[in-house]
Protein backbone atom coordinates (compact mmCIF):
# COMPACT_ATOMS: atom_id res chain seq x y z
CA UNK A 1 0.00 0.00 0.00
CA UNK A 2 1.44 3.81 -0.85
CA UNK A 3 1.92 5.86 1.61
CA UNK A 4 0.27 9.46 1.37
CA UNK A 5 3.88 11.10 0.46
CA UNK A 6 3.51 8.24 -2.33
CA UNK A 7 0.26 8.96 -3.78
CA UNK A 8 1.03 12.74 -4.05
CA UNK A 9 3.78 11.73 -6.50
CA UNK A 10 2.01 9.50 -8.70
CA UNK A 11 -1.13 12.05 -8.91
CA UNK A 12 2.06 14.65 -9.39
CA UNK A 13 3.27 12.50 -12.52
CA UNK A 14 0.24 11.83 -13.84
CA UNK A 15 -1.33 15.32 -13.93
CA UNK A 16 2.14 17.19 -15.39
CA UNK A 17 1.79 14.21 -18.28
CA UNK A 18 -1.97 14.64 -19.05
CA UNK A 19 -3.11 16.59 -22.09
CA UNK A 20 -6.51 17.95 -20.40
CA UNK A 21 -8.27 18.07 -17.08
CA UNK A 22 -8.71 14.75 -15.18
CA UNK A 23 -11.41 13.81 -12.75
CA UNK A 24 -10.93 12.10 -9.62
CA UNK A 25 -12.76 9.56 -10.68
CA UNK A 26 -10.47 9.00 -13.38
CA UNK A 27 -7.44 9.32 -10.90
CA UNK A 28 -8.80 7.06 -8.33
CA UNK A 29 -8.29 4.77 -11.21
CA UNK A 30 -4.49 4.14 -10.84
CA UNK A 31 -4.72 2.87 -7.57
CA UNK A 32 -7.62 0.43 -8.12
CA UNK A 33 -9.76 2.46 -6.93
CA UNK A 34 -8.99 1.96 -3.25
CA UNK A 35 -8.07 5.03 -2.19
CA UNK A 36 -11.40 7.46 -1.63
CA UNK A 37 -12.59 10.64 -3.54
CA UNK A 38 -12.23 12.65 -0.57
CA UNK A 39 -8.44 11.46 0.51
CA UNK A 40 -7.38 11.81 -3.93
CA UNK A 41 -9.41 15.71 -3.01
CA UNK A 42 -7.39 15.69 -0.15
CA UNK A 43 -3.88 14.94 -1.14
CA UNK A 44 -4.41 17.23 -4.25
CA UNK A 45 -5.14 20.15 -2.54
CA UNK A 46 -1.93 19.75 -0.66
CA UNK A 47 -0.15 19.57 -3.99
CA UNK A 48 -2.15 22.50 -5.31
CA UNK A 49 -0.51 24.35 -1.78
CA UNK A 50 3.24 23.04 -2.44
CA UNK A 51 3.27 24.43 -6.07
CA UNK A 52 1.62 27.81 -4.70
CA UNK A 53 4.85 29.74 -5.66
CA UNK A 54 5.68 28.54 -8.94
CA UNK A 55 5.24 29.87 -12.40
CA UNK A 56 3.24 26.77 -12.64
CA UNK A 57 -0.21 25.83 -10.34
CA UNK A 58 -2.43 23.33 -10.15
CA UNK A 59 -5.88 24.32 -10.91
CA UNK A 60 -9.17 22.17 -10.13
CA UNK A 61 -11.64 23.46 -13.19
CA UNK A 62 -15.13 21.93 -14.49
CA UNK A 63 -13.28 18.99 -15.91
CA UNK A 64 -10.86 18.12 -13.44
CA UNK A 65 -7.54 18.51 -12.25
CA UNK A 66 -4.74 20.23 -14.49
CA UNK A 67 -1.17 21.80 -14.21
CA UNK A 68 -1.31 25.03 -16.17
CA UNK A 69 1.29 28.27 -16.22
CA UNK A 70 0.18 31.31 -14.01
CA UNK A 71 -1.74 34.15 -16.16
CA UNK A 72 0.82 36.87 -14.64
CA UNK A 73 3.62 34.75 -16.42
CA UNK A 74 1.96 34.09 -19.71
CA UNK A 75 3.52 37.74 -20.80
CA UNK A 76 6.87 36.03 -20.68
CA UNK A 77 6.17 32.86 -22.30
CA UNK A 78 4.77 34.60 -25.40
CA UNK A 79 7.74 36.11 -26.20
CA UNK A 80 9.64 32.89 -27.11
CA UNK A 81 6.12 30.87 -27.93
CA UNK A 82 4.07 33.81 -29.71
CA UNK A 83 0.91 32.31 -30.33
CA UNK A 84 -2.48 34.12 -32.02
CA UNK A 85 -5.21 33.50 -29.67
CA UNK A 86 -8.47 34.23 -31.51
CA UNK A 87 -10.10 37.29 -31.56
CA UNK A 88 -13.99 37.59 -30.90
CA UNK A 89 -16.15 40.37 -32.56
CA UNK A 90 -18.01 42.46 -29.66
CA UNK A 91 -21.71 40.97 -31.24
CA UNK A 92 -19.42 37.42 -30.09
CA UNK A 93 -18.40 38.77 -26.66
CA UNK A 94 -21.37 40.05 -26.33
CA UNK A 95 -24.02 36.85 -26.93
CA UNK A 96 -21.24 34.52 -24.92
CA UNK A 97 -22.07 36.70 -22.12
CA UNK A 98 -25.89 36.48 -22.16
CA UNK A 99 -25.58 32.64 -22.40
CA UNK A 100 -23.24 32.53 -19.46
CA UNK A 101 -25.28 34.74 -17.05
CA UNK A 102 -28.51 33.86 -18.17
CA UNK A 103 -28.60 30.09 -19.43
CA UNK A 104 -30.41 28.57 -20.85
CA UNK A 105 -31.31 31.11 -23.51
CA UNK A 106 -32.73 30.61 -27.07
CA UNK A 107 -32.12 32.95 -29.64
CA UNK A 108 -34.94 35.19 -29.09
CA UNK A 109 -33.84 35.88 -25.63
CA UNK A 110 -30.19 36.97 -26.84
CA UNK A 111 -31.83 39.06 -29.68
CA UNK A 112 -34.12 40.57 -26.90
CA UNK A 113 -31.57 41.90 -24.83
CA UNK A 114 -28.59 43.25 -27.54
CA UNK A 115 -31.31 44.54 -29.70
CA UNK A 116 -30.11 43.15 -32.53
CA UNK A 117 -30.77 39.82 -34.80
CA UNK A 118 -28.25 37.75 -33.71
CA UNK A 119 -26.62 35.76 -36.78
CA UNK A 120 -26.33 32.13 -37.32
CA UNK A 121 -22.32 33.31 -37.86
CA UNK A 122 -22.17 34.37 -34.42
CA UNK A 123 -23.76 31.49 -32.77
CA UNK A 124 -21.60 29.63 -34.88
CA UNK A 125 -17.86 30.57 -33.73
CA UNK A 126 -19.42 30.09 -29.92
CA UNK A 127 -20.42 25.90 -30.92
CA UNK A 128 -17.21 25.90 -33.32
CA UNK A 129 -15.08 26.99 -30.15
CA UNK A 130 -16.99 24.46 -28.00
CA UNK A 131 -17.74 27.23 -25.47
CA UNK A 132 -21.89 26.78 -26.55
CA UNK A 133 -23.83 24.22 -26.79
CA UNK A 134 -27.55 23.20 -27.57
CA UNK A 135 -29.07 21.65 -24.34
CA UNK A 136 -32.90 21.20 -25.55
CA UNK A 137 -35.88 23.42 -26.71
CA UNK A 138 -38.05 25.39 -25.34
CA UNK A 139 -41.93 24.11 -25.39
CA UNK A 140 -43.25 27.07 -27.57
CA UNK A 141 -44.21 27.44 -30.70
CA UNK A 142 -41.39 26.86 -33.05
CA UNK A 143 -39.74 25.04 -30.20
CA UNK A 144 -36.43 26.90 -30.40
CA UNK A 145 -32.85 25.45 -29.08
CA UNK A 146 -32.02 26.76 -25.95
CA UNK A 147 -28.11 27.55 -25.43
CA UNK A 148 -25.93 27.00 -22.66
CA UNK A 149 -22.01 27.20 -22.08
CA UNK A 150 -20.31 23.94 -21.47
CA UNK A 151 -17.45 22.46 -19.57
CA UNK A 152 -14.82 23.62 -22.06
CA UNK A 153 -16.29 27.39 -21.47
CA UNK A 154 -15.24 26.69 -17.54
CA UNK A 155 -12.00 25.00 -18.38
CA UNK A 156 -10.70 27.90 -20.86
CA UNK A 157 -11.75 30.47 -17.41
CA UNK A 158 -9.75 27.74 -15.09
CA UNK A 159 -13.49 27.87 -13.67
CA UNK A 160 -15.14 24.90 -11.93
CA UNK A 161 -18.84 25.60 -12.16
CA UNK A 162 -20.93 28.80 -13.23
CA UNK A 163 -20.80 30.48 -9.25
CA UNK A 164 -17.56 31.35 -9.86
CA UNK A 165 -18.21 33.46 -12.65
CA UNK A 166 -17.07 37.03 -11.61
CA UNK A 167 -19.67 39.93 -11.51
CA UNK A 168 -21.30 40.47 -15.10
CA UNK A 169 -20.36 44.28 -14.09
CA UNK A 170 -16.27 43.11 -14.20
CA UNK A 171 -17.33 41.11 -17.79
CA UNK A 172 -18.56 44.51 -18.90
CA UNK A 173 -15.54 46.14 -18.08
CA UNK A 174 -13.04 44.20 -19.34
CA UNK A 175 -15.18 43.93 -23.01
CA UNK A 176 -16.46 47.45 -22.98
CA UNK A 177 -20.17 46.53 -22.09
CA UNK A 178 -22.69 48.09 -20.57
CA UNK A 179 -24.69 45.79 -18.31
CA UNK A 180 -28.39 45.13 -19.20
CA UNK A 181 -31.39 44.30 -17.20
CA UNK A 182 -33.26 41.16 -16.33
CA UNK A 183 -35.18 39.95 -19.49
CA UNK A 184 -38.91 39.94 -17.82
CA UNK A 185 -37.96 43.90 -16.55
CA UNK A 186 -36.13 45.08 -19.69
CA UNK A 187 -37.87 47.20 -22.71
CA UNK A 188 -35.99 45.93 -25.33
CA UNK A 189 -36.36 48.38 -29.10
CA UNK A 190 -37.16 46.14 -31.63
CA UNK A 191 -34.40 43.70 -33.53
CA UNK A 192 -32.26 44.94 -35.99
CA UNK A 193 -30.67 43.01 -38.22
CA UNK A 194 -26.84 42.36 -37.82
CA UNK A 195 -24.17 41.69 -40.83
CA UNK A 196 -22.84 38.06 -40.34
CA UNK A 197 -19.35 39.90 -41.76
CA UNK A 198 -16.70 39.86 -39.06
CA UNK A 199 -16.03 43.94 -37.28
CA UNK A 200 -13.06 46.02 -37.85
CA UNK A 201 -10.41 45.03 -36.17
CA UNK A 202 -10.79 48.06 -33.11
CA UNK A 203 -14.43 45.91 -31.99
CA UNK A 204 -12.83 42.92 -31.53
CA UNK A 205 -11.15 41.12 -28.53
CA UNK A 206 -8.89 38.38 -27.23
CA UNK A 207 -9.91 35.35 -25.42
CA UNK A 208 -7.46 32.26 -24.38
CA UNK A 209 -6.74 29.63 -21.98
CA UNK A 210 -3.68 29.83 -20.21
CA UNK A 211 -3.37 26.00 -19.21
CA UNK A 212 -0.16 24.31 -20.45
Known sequence: MLTPSEVKIVL???????QEALPISELRKMFDEEIGADTIRRLLEELREAWKDRGVE?????????????ASYQKFLERIHPEKAPRYSRAVLETLAIVAYRQPVTRGDIEEVRGVTVSAEVIG?????????????????GRPALYATTKTFLDDLGLRSLQELPPLEDIAKTLDLTPTPPLDSQSAPAPQSEPDSPPASDESATAQSSAV
Open 125 to 141: RLEARGWVEVIGHKEVP
Open 12 to 18: EAALLAA
Open 58 to 70: LAATASGWRFQTR
